[in-house]
């Protein structure tokens, strides 16, 4: 097969706070909408989406899978069956695609139906419970139908330390399946409007949400940079330091004029499962920022403008409450854009700018309502800053695999053009 991009519609109707793509599995092709997340690379649908029952062309295996993201889990049975996706001459499908059917809390994905993984394939794995089911007297060894009760703590627990003590396997994401078969090369690129869904309509139903352009993007598998009507200006290249996740190195960050804030180095003893002090997630709607970084920046916010930091604290008080504050206590005038200096392939520095309106986003998930997107660094991680969807609002960013050693992100200002 020739290979060719393949250009997919994406929206944030669904997510609220991630682009979602449909994607339809097995006999019933039916249509399931996925969060896109470079921040894993695996394959999850929920069962509300798919119905292993009725899919003829199911396969079960010995695989389990469980996840863990910064606020959340899922676990499951890894199936084999179609994997469909794309219309007219970008539809395709994989006759031999595996994924898992999970449960989790709905609020993991609010109205998305499972998430796709786009980063390396090293981060989708799976248990082996091949040994545990024979030991059970399971014929045929097999996890589906599956045979775990995880909707309590302690049903969780036990199976949590079961895993453990199966070996691992490797599971193929889809976007490594395509590749290898040579249906696309190896990279994608993603064009982003803004980081939550704009809503203008409280009771405004998803296929309304989905209509509107601020919320709609796309996903195009296998090419990108021949799109030059997606961007405009010259396209600024991120070095991609592993292949786990899209980990870079943040340099610096500068509050409008103020000195630079320096990025600390992760430490040693996370080096070998984080990688780096910053990665590149679709899937996150907020800037995380290492902690002494976001401390810096209020600091320098309120060098500024005294009269900025009370409205983040404003903010994070309704922010419980999963509220903004209102757009009209907002002037994105008032407020500095913030840069980010990243290592370039050549070890020289790339700057990205997110503008007020990007980390400030205007009738975000509520009419009338405004969100501040900057977080300090989630508890128990790393010195790692999640460089999520507030800096890649505006952007068409190429996520090049392997153009420079381990790959490279590019990135230019979006087009404002009909998608």
């Known amino acids: ?98 994924f898992a059917l999970i449960e989790t809390a709905a609020s993991n994905f609010r109205d998305a139906d499972g998430i796709l993984g786009l980063a390396f394939g090293g981060l989708d794995h799976a248990r082996d419970l091949v040994s545990y089911l024979a030991e059970q007297g399971r014929s045929p060894q097999l996890t589906w139908p599956w045979p775990f009760d995880l909707t309590s703590e302690a049903g969780r627990a036990e199976f949590d330390a079961l895993l453990h003590q199966q070996p691992r396997a490797s599971v193929q994401p889809l976007f490594t399946a395509l590749e290898a078969e040579g249906v696309v090369a190896d990279m994608f690129s993603l064009l982003i409007r803004r980081a939550l869904v704009h809503v203008l309509d409280d009771s405004a139903s998803d296929a309304a949400l989905a209509a509107d352009p601020l919320n709609r993007g796309l996903l195009i598998l296998g090419g990108g940079e021949e799109c030059a009507q997606l961007y405009s200006g010259k ?28 990025a600390p180095a992760l430490q040693q003893q996370y080096q070998a499962h984080y990688a780096s002090n910053a990665i590149i997630d679709s899937g996150c709607s907020f800037l995380v920022l290492e902690k002494s970084v976001y401390d810096a920046v209020l600091v320098d916010l309120a060098q500024h403008d005294a009269s900025l930091v009370p409205l983040i604290e404003r903010f994070q008080q309704t922010m419980t409450q999963q509220q903004g504050i209102p757009n009209q206590a907002i002037d994105p005038r008032d407020w500095p854009d913030l840069r980010f200096y990243l290592e370039s392939p050549g070890g020289e520095e790339t700057v990205l700018v997110c503008r007020p309106a990007h980390y400030w986003q205007r009738n975000a998930l509520r009419a009338g309502q405004s969100w501040f997107l900057l977080m300090s660094q989630l508890p128990d991680w790393p010195q790692q800053s999640i460089l999520g969807l507030p800096l890649m609002s505006g952007h068409y960013c190429i996520f090049h695999r392997r153009a420079d050693a381990d790959g490279v992100v590019r990135m230019a200002t979006a087009s404002d053009v009909d998608i």
Request: proline share 2%.
């Open 1 to 98: 097969m020739r290979r060719q991009s393949l250009k997919l519609l994406t929206s944030l109707a669904y997510a609220k706070g991630a682009y979602t793509v449909a994607i339809e599995f097995g006999s019933t092709a039916r249509s399931a909408q996925l969060l896109l997340d470079t921040g894993s690379s695996a394959l999850a649908v929920l069962s509300h989406a798919y119905d292993g029952a009725a899919d003829t062309y199911l396969r079960g295996t010995t695989l389990a899978q469980r996840v863990e993201y910064g606020q959340g889990a899922w676990a499951g049975p890894v199936l084999r069956s179609t994997v469909a996706f794309g219309t007219g001459e970008h539809a395709r499908r994989v006759d031999d695609g595996m």
């Open 235 to 262: 396209l600024q290249d991120i070095r991609v330091l592993h292949e786990l996740y899209y980990n870079v190195q943040l340099i610096a960050v500068q509050v409008a004029d103020r000195p630079r804030i320096p």
